[in-house]
């Protein structure tokens, strides 16, 4: 790893690798999974090969603006549970951009725009 400063994750972007113990590449972090109100930091969903994964905090070791290193086995990383829930959404920011009426309207009231994700 090139850059290997320490970061917290709430710093953490989107498309950073997640990386297994011995350093092979699990994924690409999509989002943090996290309860801003109490400052709890749940874990990280993860684009892998075979689809979104979620990775608990807690075998997330050290984050840095390079990669997430994990304590996670190549067995470990075969049953990575997909994420919970009804289904999964992400949010569109291009909707927000520009200088039209509607991501002006956006901007000032943070109106949500959600598509579903592709599998």
Known sequence: MTNETPIAYTA??????????????????????????????????????????????????????????????DDDTADLPKPQGTEVLDADPSEYQGNGLSAWWGRMFMREHWMREKE
């Open 12 to 73: 953490l972007e989107k498309g950073t690798p997640v990386l297994a113990a011995d350093g092979s590449e699990i994924g690409k972090v999509e989002h943090v999974l996290q309860d801003s109100s109490i400052d709890l930091f749940d874990g990280l969903a993860v684009k892998t090969a075979a689809g979104l994964r979620f990775v608990s905090a807690d075998v997330v070791g050290r984050i840095t603006t390079a990669a997430v290193q994990t304590t996670l086995t």
